[in-house]
């Protein structure tokens, strides 16, 4: 069982930046891959980026693209998410989460092959 707890989220203007941090406890942080997500309100949960557990890969959202950037420490057991050039668009709660297949999968933003999930923080961007 692998506990995720979020946090780094808060108030920015539009072309601020903010770094979420997820902290892992349980299980064996260096063998799963980490996604970040996000949901607006009434919205479906969105894919924004995967980095595998060795971060040799990283996979991005076009809507995120050259402005995020996924990165994990595995002595850490912490996985980032660099958000720079906000956009109100952005505005969401962001969760992260954690799959055990670590390396590829070609489904990569599909929640539900992500096990286990963190209880997200909220970011808001304002105009």
């Known amino acids: 069982q692998v506990h995720l707890v979020e946090s780094g989220g808060g108030l920015v203007q539009a072309g601020g930046s903010l770094r979420l941090s997820c902290a892992a406890s349980g299980g064996t942080f260096s063998t799963y891959a980490m996604g970040w997500f996000r949901q607006a309100p009434g919205r479906q949960r969105d894919f924004v980026a995967r980095?595998?557990?060795?971060?040799?890969?990283?996979y991005y959202s076009d809507s995120v693209k050259g402005r995020f950037t996924i990165s994990r420490d595995n002595t850490k057991n912490t996985v980032y998410l660099q958000m720079n050039s906000l956009k109100p668009e952005d505005t969401a709660v962001y969760y992260c989460?954690?799959?055990?297949?670590?390396?590829?999968?070609?489904?990569?933003?599909?929640?539900?092959?992500?096990?286990?999930w963190g209880q997200g923080t909220q970011v808001t961007v304002s105009s």
């Open positions: 989460a954690a799959d055990p297949n670590g390396y590829y999968r070609s489904d990569y933003p599909t929640p539900t092959n992500y096990n286990y």
């Open positions: 980095i595998s557990s060795l971060s040799r890969t990283t």
